[in-house]
């Protein structure tokens, strides 16, 4: 059992003031396989503290001075990434296709800043002033547990673009992955306090930061209920944010799509990180002229899923992180059964042979109608609603009928009509005819979907605060 019992502040792995321990469970079998002790008020404290001691001389580097600490971030990073993959198959559960590509993500994020920061002006003039782009001070990073690395990584990698110090406080049930992280981070041998990291609880730590009147700015990742509450209290002391929340990302086929290539890519938006991404197109809608052969084509694709331990590579869906969340979409799997959805594919209980861990059978409802709350509500897990429309521009209204608007899809043979249809859905992102991700391009969301945006020059310039000088 591996136990973690130091945090990262001022450039060196120091024993918390913190006693209390949080039990890291291996989500495939349910067993112990670590332990971490958590920071506290005082340990947040002085993380801080670190952070704003260093941000002075840090505000000041040039743009080459980040590029280079950015290059060795990346490269100690890249030096263990089998290693990082590793630990979040063991720890998170997530299946070795998924892994790999999340730490992927977190190595470009450093490659993409330092892409940036060789084009990006800090000064520019408008009118007859000069404006001048400056770092907005501390910044409090509080990570989600479904991609631990890649977040730490893209909103650190940003931070530290910007000119910008940084206090993280990284999910606790990611505690192993984090430790492996900051040993790669200590080795790149950067300027002491520019980052620090405090393993602590949302209620202790992360309420700490956002009080804190040093941390200028959050940059959150999580549900909806959190950040609006991270953004009440952020505004006492008029701190910036950048929230980036829940989705129930609508995944729209025109009568046009081929649904050959539509449909699988329709699962896999589905139930891509075993259904726990807050981009998951977990809304289906489809021409009800061809719903006859999406449901063939979505039994197929659906009985070929692979449900199993997140180590083996043929493995499409591992389990959810813990029982509490196993049993979150359970409790949503049996909703759908009582608002009366017809279950194509999965239902309740465990995949035969899974008993042990967190697994849930892939499972698939047709006959929903938007208002169900298997349709309004994030389920983060491997759920599909399956919702049929007439026309395109009630397939619009569906998309554009709920809380949320991060992500979207649609797919046609008319790359043109795919764009109008995607130029009218509210959200932030819409994919057409696949799931890219562009590392340059603005991510972040509409209505309750958060407030702000990451990646490129949207998100660095989250980090910065314009400054006019007249005459």
């Known amino acids: 059992m591996r136990t973690i019992n130091q945090i990262y502040v001022n450039g060196s792995f ?10 890291l469970v291996n989500p495939s079998t349910n067993t112990l396989i670590g332990r971490v002790t958590l920071g506290d008020v005082e340990d947040t404290r002085r993380a801080i503290a670190a952070a704003k001691a260093a941000f002075p001389a ?84 509080i990570t989600p547990w479904n991609a631990s690395t890649s977040f730490i990584c893209g909103k650190l990698a940003t931070a530290l673009a910007a000119g910008c110090t940084a206090v993280i406080k990284p999910s606790e049930m990611s505690g192993m992955q984090t430790q492996l992280l900051l040993e790669c981070f200590h080795e790149a041998s950067v300027p002491a306090g520019i980052f620090n990291v405090v393993n602590g609880l949302g209620t202790v730590v992360g309420a700490e930061i956002t009080r804190h009147p040093d941390i200028a700015k959050i940059s959150f990742t999580g549900s909806t209920a959190v950040g609006k509450t ?60 061809r719903a006859d052969e999406v449901n063939a084509l979505l039994k197929q694709v659906v009985g070929a899923t692979q449900v199993g331990r997140p180590e083996d590579p043929d493995t499409q869906v591992g389990p959810m992180v813990s029982k509490k969340q196993y049993e979150r979409v359970q409790g949503y799997i049996q909703l759908g059964l ?19 861990g967190n697994f849930v059978k892939p499972t698939v409802f047709t006959g929903v109608t938007n208002d169900m709350r298997i349709a309004r509500e994030e389920i983060f897990g491997p759920v599909l609603s399956v919702i049929t429309y007439r026309t395109d521009e009630e397939a619009i209204t569906i998309a554009n009928d709920t809380d949320y608007g991060l992500h979207a899809y649609v797919s046609s043979s008319d790359p043109e009509r795919a764009r109008r249809v ?20 603005p991510f972040g969301g509409f209505k309750q979907s958060g407030i702000g945006r990451e990646y490129g020059v949207y998100g660095l310039e989250a980090y910065l605060e314009p400054k006019a000088l007249i005459g």
Not at 261 to 283: L, Y
Not at 348 to 356: A, I, M, N, R, V
């Open 14 to 23: 120091v024993t918390p003031h913190g006693t209390e321990t949080f039990d």
């Open 58 to 141: 840090f505000s000041k580097t040039t743009s080459a001075e980040r590029i280079a600490i950015l290059q060795r971030l990346h490269d100690a990073v890249a030096g263990r990434k089998d290693e990082l993959v590793a630990a979040m198959v063991e720890e998170y559960g997530g299946t070795l296709q998924f892994s790999r590509m999340s730490i992927d993500n977190a190595l470009n994020s450093f490659t993409s800043n330092m892409e940036l920061l060789e084009s990006f002006t800090f000064e520019k003039t408008l009118g007859t002033s000069l404006i001048r782009l400056e770092p907005v001070g501390v910044v409090g990073i």
């Open 230 to 289: 991270i953004a009440r209290d952020a505004v006492a002391t008029m701190k910036r944010v950048t929230l980036e929340l829940g989705g129930k990302s609508p995944n729209i086929l025109l009568d046009d799509a081929d649904l050959a290539t539509a449909v699988p890519m329709a699962v896999m938006a589905a139930f891509m990180n075993s259904g726990q991404a807050c981009i998951a197109g977990t809304r289906l809608l489809v021409p009800e002229s």
């Open 338 to 356: 009582d608002e009366g959805a017809q279950l194509m594919a999965g239902g309740t209980g465990q995949p035969e042979g899974l008993e042990d």
């Open 422 to 441: 995607a130029s009218k859905i509210q959200a932030g992102r819409v994919a057409i005819n696949g799931l890219r991700h562009d590392p340059m391009a």
